[in-house]
């Protein structure tokens, strides 16, 4: 403690960090909140930046505007790559490769979980997944540029690939994103190509499960169902998909038989997630045991076993009966902050009890289900208890106005006010004009 006052350090401000800060702001702690990205991303609304409704910027919100008031907090860019648990102290990473150290005297590990693959990585040269900003603006880019390149090809297979749209993963953000695709295609594009008719886009949603949004009761889940099927969503059960290429997926029904392919050049992945790489570092480092997707297994108190001054926090935090939720990121950045108050004041620390206040998943225009203990409701009183919901976490006024007022006229007027994307456009050699990375370039010329 250099200066007396016990140093916080808290690794990622997403819905856990940033509560976490939040609380620790005026209280005789100094806190430093590290940021791979520096700002805190509304996660539940990214499907809405990608299919071109909301702009980045009514979606996330500068951590150093937001704590701004907090003067004991101060906020940093950088990406945690090293933790030296004897020293107490974490490197970091700039983005110009340059590293920093940071010490501290109580750690928050709140970093989250990033898109999992299953060990098959080479599918995310063709398969963005929905974590951040990045995967959003990459997936508006293919969405919108699938359309684009079809009004260019004759009637035929080439162009009925570019208007084939896979998402695998028939979770919430699966069910969204199909969902939206749909609705894109047959609202807000219906009128407005030559060539092609949007309409005619086929969306394959892929799960290896049995129905739709599994966390939710069944009748919400046969009714979420009839609605993506009344949209125009083909549900594909008890399947995997077992490969992805520039041109296609190859999927493989659980039971045994055949598999199947299907011409596509748009897969979006949101099948499964692991935690971020620092995080599996930081457990070496800790001796901490992790579950098979990373998460680092916690005390009552989200502290770290042996490690009373490490707590993990959010998605990252690995006790039974925790979900991959923003409400229990919420909850475990406050009852992290709670801990260490405690411990200045030399008061005992109290475990920590996640409250369920229930969840909810946005299906299409006037439909969304809702599920809060035993109540469960669906159709427009779901859509508006969603939308009230996903306004009131939203972080920033002016995004929660800004917001209601796109929404409203979305709903008006069936258009999209955020659809643009960036190619590159400068004809130099470094920024080709291309929706696809370097990346995906070099691994095309080795095919
Ligand atoms: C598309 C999508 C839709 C969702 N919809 C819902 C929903 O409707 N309702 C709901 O309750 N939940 C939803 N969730 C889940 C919810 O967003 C997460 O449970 C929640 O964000 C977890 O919070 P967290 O603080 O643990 O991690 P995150 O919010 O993921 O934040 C992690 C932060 O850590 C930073 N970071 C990562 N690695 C490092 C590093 N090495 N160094 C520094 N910083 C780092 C990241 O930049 C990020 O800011 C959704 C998630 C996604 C992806």
Known sequence: ??????????????????????????????????????????????????????????????????????????????????????????????????????????????????????????????????????????????????????????????????????????GPTGVELAGQIRELATRSLANEFHKIEPEDARVLLFDGGDRVLKSFAPALSERASHILEDLGVELHFGVHVSDVRRDGVTVSPKDGSAEQEYATRTVLWTAGVEGVPFARHAAEMLGAATDRSGRIKVDADLSVPGHPEVFVIGDLAGRDGLPGVAENAMQGGWHAAACIRRDVAQRKRKDFRYRDLGSAAYISRGHAVVQAGPVKFAGMLGWLGWGFIHIAFLTGVRNRFSTVATWMATIARANRSDRSFILGGSGHPEEPYTWESPVHQGQRSAD
Not at 92 to 118: C, H, N, W
């Open 1 to 170: 403690m250099s200066s007396g006052r016990p140093r916080v350090l808290i690794i990622g401000g997403g819905f856990g960090g940033l509560f976490c800060a939040r609380r620790l702001g005026r209280v005789g702690v100094d806190v430093t909140l590290l940021d791979r990205a520096a700002c805190h991303v509304f996660q539940p609304l990214l499907y809405q930046c990608a299919t071109g409704t909301l702009s980045i910027g009514q979606i996330s919100r500068s951590l150093r505007e937001e704590l701004s008031r907090h003067r004991n907090v101060t906020t940093l860019l950088g990406e945690a790559v090293q933790l030296d648990p004897d020293s107490r102290r974490v490197t970091a990473r700039r983005p110009d490769e340059t590293k920093f150290d940071v010490d501290y005297d109580y750690l928050v590990i709140a970093a989250g979980m990033r898109q999992s693959y299953f060990g098959n990585e080479e599918f995310a040269a063709w398969a963005p997944g929905m974590k951040t900003l990045d995967d959003a603006l990459s997936i508006r880019r293919r969405v919108f540029a699938a359309f684009e390149i079809a009004e260019t090809l004759p009637p035929g297979p080439e162009r009925d690939q570019w208007l084939t749209f896979a998402v695998t993963g028939a």
